[in-house]
């Protein structure tokens, strides 16, 4: 499946020490999970998470959904033993928290061979480097780590995000340059349906691709705001279908709504039906 067409509207976080919690990810309408060695699991549960997460992965169940395992950073006494053990788990993509640098991905990229990397977007540094970090060619996709980031910059926490705006920016540019998978930080308020939504339509309408979800609680209301909606939709099979006649007629764009459509509007709106498609089909799976 082409990656702007696959969906990563909801990306949840799961401990990997948890049996629970990993026989209930089985079941949850989610694109993507995100399997946590690193900040979900205490220092005391670290070694043995590795087997537990590895057994649950090689006992499959997952269906479509992305199976991404974050490790400890390098730096750590676990981050080692962590990457070498992603190599032999059943899974997608090995994430790296705390990037700051395209060498610390090469560090891990020795380690874990052709494993797709995701980096976490959570550090100033990251930030400022996120142009040399998204064009690494083993970097899949970013997550933005804005707990860790908020802690960072010392800022306060606002409903419109603006201390977190220039991050956001710097990490949605640098990613959309290089073709890469973007999803927003998480929303703390679990319980907060509206203040996940209005988070949500903001992320959206910046340009990223899906949230970070920290319950299942808010699973679906990211799939609701991250999916194309059915006017979109509407919008988008109309738009192809005007310009395809207006190109058998020997025209060059076409209007639709009062407002003119060209190739790169055609474009669009082809990914948001096969955005669509792809949702309709993990639905249905």
Known sequence: MDMRSRPYRSVLY?????????????SLPVDAIIFDLEDAVSVDEKPGARATLAEALGAGGYGARVRIVRINGLDTEWGHADAEAVTKMDCDAVLLPKVESAAQLDALAKITGDLPI?????????????AEIAAHPKLAGMVMGTNDLA?????????DRMPMLASL???LLAAKAEGLVIVDGVY?????????RAECTKGRDMGFDGKTLIHPAQVDIANTAFAPTSEEIDLARRQIAAFEEAMAEGQGVAVVDGKI?????VATAREILAKAEAIDAIEAG
């Open 188 to 196: 703390n308020a679990f319980k907060d349906e509206d203040g996940l």
């Open 14 to 26: 799961i401990p990997g020490s948890k049996d629970r919690a990993l026989e209930k990810a089985r």
């Open 151 to 159: 802690k960072e910059l010392q800022s306060r926490f606002r409903a």
């Open 118 to 130: 995701w980096a976490m977007m959570e550090t100033p540094r990251g930030m400022l480097n996120a």
């Open 261 to 265: 459509v060209e190739n790169l509007h």
């Open 169 to 171: 920016s710097l990490c």
